[in-house]
């Protein structure tokens, strides 16, 4: 049976909601299994609730065309049909969409709660649900002679958000990973429901407080989409510069952590330095180490000065060479690499099944980054070339975080040299009523896509944030089916995905 | 080998020299202790405290800005129509009280005093600390982690983050403590063998940031557990964190001055 239509818009567009094709829900099912079979990707799968009851809303991507394809469905039931079986990507999307509306992910074969928190549904439904603490309920266990089990978190031994991690053993041997989340749920998506008003920014600025300017991006993408103008060209260059520092600071952070795991100290405790270096000059920009302030809805918080332009490629120059120096040193270790290699592999297959993004899935051969497939702002216009590699290992997703480094940094020095002219900032104007507006800004850890639906006074009915921890926690537990249970700090730092992002 | 060596070298010894030495230069857009100047106020006026995503200022019965609710995002400042607001680059804001974390003009800056005699032979050359993140979003926890960094090395003053809450003294929590880490918040700190410290660091801490009034958390650590060191801001400055670490273990000479 060939597939119903789905409407295309392009990332950083608004589409009237009447125009998003209604289909039953079995022939959105279908429409969107075939795509994902197509070669297509969900960068969203939701359900909002509306005047006229429940709809589940797909949004997927289509990288080579740099489109997405839209499509609804009523929910009337209390049940929809899961496609988790057929396209594995989508089995935290449904388990979402079950726990956050109270439904049932008909033939899911795992339906646990992903986050332990109460629907998204008026009281009392939603208070009159009670819901365990995440990790109480029933694990997956494996059974047999000498298997046993290995229990981590919430609560763990470095400065990290909790989480539960359930290793299923055989002496060092892990057969099974399952990761508990949600200790992190804050109530984001509720409390932004209704917006925006005075606290949507900083909602998004702490979804994920690393990723500040990722996230507070795509919002603001979202809004000039909903308000049909984007963000003045010096806006949207001082935002992308942001972002480039933002994936420096954190790249070196993450590659110090990976030297840390690995006892190889020189450049574990020079990144730890540099990764601050990198963050002072955002604050240089912004006067906020996380970027808090810059990235706004109309273009940026704050504008940049030719002297403190000149300040911010002199220190950018001078943290790069020193990031350099250390990271290779990296390289140069034998011993060092010989950890890093071959160490929790995901397959190019398997990081495609289980959709992937970011480093995470370029490590694997997946050649898929936002900021060239559905560039926004300045990438349409000044591209960032895309760093991959094959071998997806902890090695592969340390090299792909140098290889990327070294691009940003080029980036950003020449989009200092060539700020354009005009104001830095505009007012943004009244958000199109009953419309769908979708963002997808890549992140240094992977794309962050915001999908508004507003009601018909212009307002948010539903926001839903995808970090892009939500599609990667999956291939953590992947990277360590049959490793030993002593690769995992390794594999959870090559990944360093986001507790708080992934629980909202 | 030669190449590591030639790379230390070139890397060079990076501590900082603070506190015998001066401390590290901030931008000058830092946003630190506000400056008020309430004379200004317009008449009537309430444009700061609603452009305020966190209800953390006051006009009446005068110009004030709770330092434990806010963001430091300026809005304020930026909805002033008279200039009342001004953010200064101070990143002395720790307290050890909740209330001294009100500034309005006029009252008087209680920086963070030190620890009783007691408590500080115990704790004033080593102190250990489990971190608990109870919802926090990862910039508190980022700049706590920086301070073990070689550029700041909390060592130097005996301070240590520990794996375990039975080899803590105390514990550093920051989020604004969700639900769903309450639990674990209390049962890690009742690990922790008394005598025992807890320090709150940042808005989510002591009075839950953004989240503040959300029924999925519980507005700061002094819900669930005593509090005895505040430090202000999302995220606080490492130098802000230090510096309330170091003013609570009695290592600055200028303990309990005002400005």
């Not at chain 1, 002679?145 to 981590?152: D, K, L, M, Q, R």
């Not at chain 1, 991959?388 to 592969?396: H, P, R």
């Not at chain 2, 980022?142 to 003053?157: E, H, K, M, P, Q």
Request: proline residues 8%.
């Amino acid at each position: 049976m060939s597939a119903p239509p789905l409407a295309r818009i392009r990332a950083g567009a608004a589409i009237p909601r009447a125009a998003i094709p209604e289909l039953p829900v079995a022939d959105l099912a279908e429409a969107v299994a075939a795509s994902c079979e197509g070669g297509l990707r969900a960068v969203a799968y939701f359900a909002a609730a509306g005047a006229a009851g429940l709809e589940l809303h797909a949004v997927l991507a289509d990288d080579p065309r740099s489109e997405l394809a839209l499509g609804r469905a009523p929910l009337p039931g209390r049940s929809f049909p899961s496609l988790a079986r057929r396209c594995p990507q989508l089995h935290l999307f449904e388990r979402e969409i079950a726990e956050q509306f109270a439904l049932v992910a008909e033939g899911h074969p795992d339906p646990a709660p992903v986050r332990c928190q109460p629907p998204l549904l008026p009281e009392p439904a939603a208070s009159a649900r009670a819901v365990a603490l995440p990790g109480a309920e029933r694990l997956y266990r494996v059974e047999g002679p000498e298997v046993h089990e290995v229990g981590v978190g919430p609560v763990h031994a470095g400065v990290i958000e909790p989480g539960h991690f359930r290793f299923q053993c055989h002496g060092e041997r892990v057969f099974h990973l399952e990761i508990r989340l949600g200790y992190q749920h804050r109530g984001l998506e509720r409390a932004l429901a209704g917006g925006p008003d005075r606290r949507t920014i900083h909602y998004l600025e702490t979804a994920a407080g690393d990723t500040t300017i990722g996230h507070a991006t795509a919002h603001a993408e979202v809004v000039e989409a909903l308000a049909g103008a984007p963000a003045p060209a010096r806006g949207a260059a001082l935002r992308a510069i942001a972002l480039e520092l933002e994936r420096l600071a954190n790249h070196t952070g993450d590659l110090g952590a990976l030297a840390g795991d690995v006892a190889y100290l020189p450049t574990a405790s020079f990144c730890g330095r540099i990764r601050g270096d990198f963050l002072n000059l955002s604050a240089e920009l912004c006067g906020s180490r996380f970027g808090r302030g810059l990235a706004r809805p109309g273009g940026s918080g704050f504008d940049l000065e030719g002297e403190r332009a000149e300040r911010l490629r002199s220190g950018l120059d001078r943290t790069f060479a020193d990031a350099r120096s250390a990271i290779e040193l990296l390289w140069g270790s034998p011993s060092a690499m010989e950890r890093l290699e071959a160490t929790g592999l995901v397959p190019r297959e398997v990081a495609s099944q289980l959709g992937l993004v970011g480093p995470a899935a370029r490590a694997s051969g997946l050649d898929r980054d936002a900021r060239r497939d559905h560039p926004a702002g300045l990438f349409r216009h000044h591209p960032v070339p895309v760093a991959t590699a094959d071998s997806g290992d902890v090695f592969a997703r340390a090299r792909v975080r140098w290889l990327e480094m070294q691009r940003s940094h080029a980036f950003v020095r020449e989009r200092l040299a060539e700020l354009p002219a005009g104001p830095a900032r505009v007012a943004v104007g009244a958000h199109a009523p009953e419309s769908l507006a979708v963002a997808l800004v890549e992140g240094w850890r992977g794309a962050n896509c915001h999908v508004a639906l507003t009601d018909g006074a212009g307002r948010f009915a539903r926001y839903k944030v995808v970090d892009p921890s939500f599609h990667n926690w999956s291939g953590l537990a992947w990277a360590l089916r049959g490793a030993e249970i002593s690769d995992f700090p390794l594999c959870n730092k090559s990944f360093n995905l986001s507790y708080c992002g992934h629980d909202l | 080998m030669l190449e590591l060596l030639r790379t230390r070298f070139a890397q060079g010894h990076r501590t900082l020299a603070y506190p015998a030495g001066p401390p590290p230069a901030l931008s000058d857009r830092f946003r630190g202790h506000p400056v008020l100047a309430p004379e200004r106020c317009p008449d009537g006026c309430r444009e700061c405290a609603a452009a305020c995503p966190t209800e953390a200022i006051r006009v009446e019965p005068e110009l004030a800005i709770d330092l434990g609710r806010c963001l430091f995002c300026a809005e304020c400042a930026a909805a002033c129509p008279a200039g009342a607001i001004a953010w200064g680059g101070d990143p002395r804001l720790a307290a050890r009280e909740r209330e001294d974390l009100l500034v309005a003009a006029g009252r008087e800056v209680r920086l963070a005093r030190a620890l009783d005699e007691k408590a500080r032979r115990l704790f004033g050359r080593s102190l250990k600390l489990r971190q608990v993140s109870a919802g926090g979003c990862n910039a508190c926890e980022a700049d706590v982690n920086v301070l073990s960094t070689l550029a700041w090395d909390i060592g130097r003053f005996g301070i240590q983050v520990v794996a375990s809450p039975r080899h803590a003294d105390g514990l550093l929590v920051t989020g604004p403590v969700t639900g769903n880490m309450r639990e674990a918040l209390r049962k890690t700190w009742e690990a922790v063998a008394p005598p025992k410290i807890v320090i709150a660091v940042g808005a989510c801490a002591i009075a839950g940031g953004p989240f503040r009034g959300h029924p999925e958390v519980h507005d700061g650590a002094a819900s669930t557990v005593p509090v005895d060191l505040f430090v202000p801001g999302c995220p606080p400055h490492p130098l802000t964190i230090l510096d309330g670490l170091l003013r609570l273990l009695g290592r600055l000479e200028s303990g309990g001055e005002s400005r």
